[in-house]
C-alpha cells in the first residue's frame, strides 16, 4: 500500500491548509498524526470506511477529515491555525477490521509527512 501526502505549507495563525493523501486503496480505517519537535506523535483526526470519524480534543471544531472515495484520497481541512499545530503531519492507513483509533500503532501504512508551520 502506498501513501502519499500533499499540501503542507507556511501560513499564519488564524489561516488555513487543507492537505492531501492519496493512497493505492483498501484501507478500512485511516487518520492523520503529527509529530513536533520535542513533542511525542500525536492523532489528529480519524475516519473509518463508513465515514465515521474521530478528532483529538486539540483541534475539534477547527479541522475537519474527509475522503473520496473515488479518489483514493483523504483530506485534511485545518481552520483557525495556530503556531502550536506547527509540526510534520503523516497521513496512515489500515486494511485491518479493527475500531477506529487514532494511536499510531494500530496504523501499517505511513506517507512519508508533510511539514505544516504555522507563524505567530
Known amino acids: 500500500v502506498q501513501v502519499v501526502e500533499f499540501g503542507g505549507g507556511s501560513v499564519q495563525a488564524g489561516g488555513s491548509l487543507r492537505l492531501s493523501c492519496v493512497h493505492s486503496?483498501?484501507?478500512?480505517?485511516m487518520a492523520w498524526l503529527r509529530h513536533a519537535p520535542g513533542k511525542g506523535r500525536e492523532g489528529v483526526a480519524g475516519?473509518?470506511?463508513?465515514?465515521?470519524?474521530t478528532y483529538a480534543d486539540s483541534v475539534k471544531g477547527r479541522f475537519t477529515i474527509s475522503k473520496d472515495n473515488a479518489k483514493n484520497t483523504l483530506y485534511l481541512q485545518m481552520d483557525s491555525l495556530k503556531p502550536e499545530d506547527t509540526a510534520m503531519y503523516y497521513c496512515a492507513v489500515d486494511e485491518r477490521v479493527l475500531s477506529l483509533t487514532l494511536i499510531d500503532e494500530m496504523y501499517k501504512y505511513w506517507g512519508q509527512g508533510t511539514q505544516v508551520t504555522v507563524s505567530s
Open positions: 486503496g483498501g484501507a478500512y480505517n
Open positions: 475516519m473509518r470506511h463508513d465515514r465515521r470519524t
